[in-house]
């Protein structure tokens, strides 16, 4: 139910996101707000109930963005993966925390977006690639998950669920 809801609300804030770009005219930058679900999924779910959400909210950036099918839902996982392994080191449960955990993960998923996409594409756009837009989008969605936390810890107000070694 918690997927569900998650995947619910990266519709609403791709939507959202997509205006704002628009409206600002961002060329080269955006919002990650998938990625702020994806950590926020690895400090508070179980890894299958995760990655399944995961999965599902890129694929949703996926269509948004027109990029080639499967990239950003295999990034997605892969973020929640690191971010679920990093989050035994690091604290993600307080809002700055989570705020500066959901940047760090940005910078990740658009550097393993940037190569990706530059090792399978050959006519890759240079606007779409620009590595010089990494900091801005890190700081866009450091202060857009400090502005969700509130209401994705109304979503799930508990600790992560702790069931084994791989759960």
Known sequence: MKGALMVALALVLLS??????????????RIDVTVVIIVFMAVRSTTI???????????LLD?????PSGLFPALGVLVFLLARAAAQLLDG???????????????????????????????ADGRVLSLT??????????VTAAL???LLAKIEPGERV???RFV
């Open 16 to 29: 959202i996101e997509a205006v704002l770009v628009r409206t600002f005219g961002f060329e080269v930058t």
């Open 49 to 59: 109930e995760g990655a399944i959400t995961a999965f599902t909210v890129d694929y």
């Open 63 to 67: 269509v948004f963005t027109g990029r």
């Open 93 to 123: 449960k307080s809002r700055l925390g989570f705020a500066l955990f959901s940047a760090g993960a940005t910078v990740g998923h658009s550097l393993a977006a940037f190569l990706l996409t530059w090792l399978t594409s050959k006519n």
């Open 133 to 142: 837009a990494v900091p801005v989008q890190a700081l866009l969605t450091g």
């Open 148 to 150: 969700l936390y509130p």
């Open 162 to 164: 702790e069931g084994g």
